[in-house]
């Protein structure tokens, strides 16, 4: 089996396996935490525009928050469907599009108090076009005052200290599976190319099959992405290391921003 798109119905179907060990909770507590600090008042609709498996989305719901899920990936939006059904979870809505085109129809809130961009997401809007698109986008899907909050691959690291190959196998009763990494600059694009190999064992059957996927994502720098923020109507709030042991945003390899749309 291979494939060349990003997050395809086999990825998608592993994704969690590889990702078990991030604290899905903690991170949806520190953006609302975040938010605080800046409103009287907690976030009650919120849209993630790149909600992968849902596991954001079912923190927030049991927050009692109304959320959207959107994603690109039908793989990643089923198996969102599964885990937000198995929850029973009543206030949630989803929808198959590019986040920055992304429209969303009732029941959903027409417009929402936070929009996120987890892991990254924002960096696979690699063109500038794209990321313009992406801010333009954010003023139809966010409230005046609204907030957007994403997580980025910081410039300063990722320009000269990227792992060029990686390897890691992760498994559990039913499949074991090992994912090799080779990462190459794309220094015209600000971003990295990271072509994954997968070799997978079922391991009732014996059975082993491999595929293939490419994902070209862009870092960012804080300047830089406060001027994009500026340009179209938001204003930065507030950055740091997002879930990493660096002190500051220059020497992480994860930086979150928090930006508001202006009223």
Not at 28 to 45: A, I, K, M
Not at 131 to 140: G, I, K, T, V, Y
Not at 205 to 215: K, M, P, Q, S, Y
Not at 248 to 261: G, I, K, P
Request: with cysteine.
């Amino acid at each position: 089996m291979n494939s060349d798109d990003a997050f395809s119905g086999r990825y998608s179907g592993i994704y969690d396996l590889f990702h078990e060990a991030k604290p899905y909770a903690s991170e949806v507590d520190f953006v609302l935490g975040r938010c605080l600090e800046h409103s009287s008042l907690r976030p009650e609709t919120v849209v993630d525009l790149a909600c992968g498996t849902g596991k954001h989305l079912l923190e927030f719901a049991n927050r009692g928050i109304t959320v959207h899920g959107n994603d690109i990936s039908a793989g990643m939006l089923a198996e969102t469907q599964r885990r937000l059904d198995a929850a029973k979870t009543k206030s949630f809505s989803l929808s198959k599009s590019p986040m920055q085109s992304l429209t969303v129809k009732s029941p959903a809130p027409e417009q929402f108090d936070l929009a996120t961009a987890f892991y990254t997401a924002m960096g696979y809007l690699v063109a500038p076009q794209d990321l313009d698109a992406l801010m333009r986008n954010l003023q139809n899907l966010l409230k005046p005052g609204g907030f957007f909050f994403a997580d980025l691959w910081n410039g300063h690291k990722m320009t000269t200290q990227f792992s060029p190959h990686r390897e890691k196998t992760a498994e559990n009763e039913f499949i074991q599976v090992l994912r090799r990494s080779d990462v190459s600059s794309e220094a015209k694009q600000n971003a990295l190319r990271v072509k994954f190999s997968f070799d997978l064992l079922t391991k009732k059957t014996g059975v082993r099959e491999t595929f293939n996927e490419e994902h070209c994502v862009r870092y960012h720098t804080v300047p830089e992405v406060e001027n994009i923020l500026l340009a179209h109507g938001f204003s930065l709030l507030e950055h740091g290391p997002y879930f990493d042991e660096a002190t500051t945003t220059e020497t992480s390899w994860n930086f979150y921003v928090l930006a508001r749309r202006r009223d």
